[in-house]
């Protein structure tokens, strides 16, 4: 595993770590809160960005309003059945979301779900690293590289590691400040 190809992947993990902190509610509507939300349309689970537009009026409220009418009942099931844990309401045209206020003790176990999804993203980046690091000390030990060679690229790995688990740090605490604002 070159350098190169090591940053890349830790990359894709901050990435993907920022992904899963878009999912926890703060307490103010987000669309991305239904990313992860699929709707059976036709028979295939399809997500439900593609079938609706997604916009947040107000603090408060998620407005959906499915690009084809007929699909609004399929879609405000879909959304009763997610783990959002929100009721859809359904005025015939468009589907509301109200985003309620977050109770303390929520806020908490929030705060809890962010820290796990960020120290899942610093065990992922610390195994990309192992990965990293077994294949420098296989090239050093087919004399592929020198002894010196391989303590450099070890080095800089540890600094990409530091780098990226220090990015995850900053999203964690940015998220965690969300969370906790009323």
């Known amino acids: 595993m070159k350098l190169a190809e090591a940053e890349s992947t830790m990359q894709k993990t901050v990435e993907a770590t920022q992904r899963a902190f878009n999912t ?8 991305s809160l239904l990313d992860k939300v699929l709707v059976d349309y036709y028979g ?11 916009s947040t009026p107000d603090a408060t409220t998620i407005l959906i309003q499915p690009y084809d009418r007929s699909s609004l009942n399929i879609v405000e099931k879909a959304i009763s059945l997610s783990d959002v844990g929100l009721t859809p309401s359904n005025d015939g045209s468009v589907i509301r979301l109200n985003i309620p206020p977050l109770t303390s003790d929520r806020r908490k176990e929030l705060v809890k779900l962010a820290a796990k999804y960020a120290e899942e993203g610093r065990v992922s980046i610390r195994n990309i690293r192992r990965d990293a690091i077994d294949s420098i000390r296989k090239q050093e030990k087919n004399t592929e590289i020198s002894e010196d060679e391989a303590r450099d690229q070890q080095d800089k790995l540890q600094k990409l590691t530091n780098k990226h688990t220090a990015k995850i740090d900053e999203l964690l605490a940015e998220k965690e400040k969300d969370i ?3």
């Open 24 to 31: 926890i509610r703060t307490g103010r509507a987000n669309a």
């Open 44 to 54: 295939s689970p399809t997500p439900l960005k593609s079938l609706a537009n997604i």
């Open 180 to 182: 906790t604002t009323v």
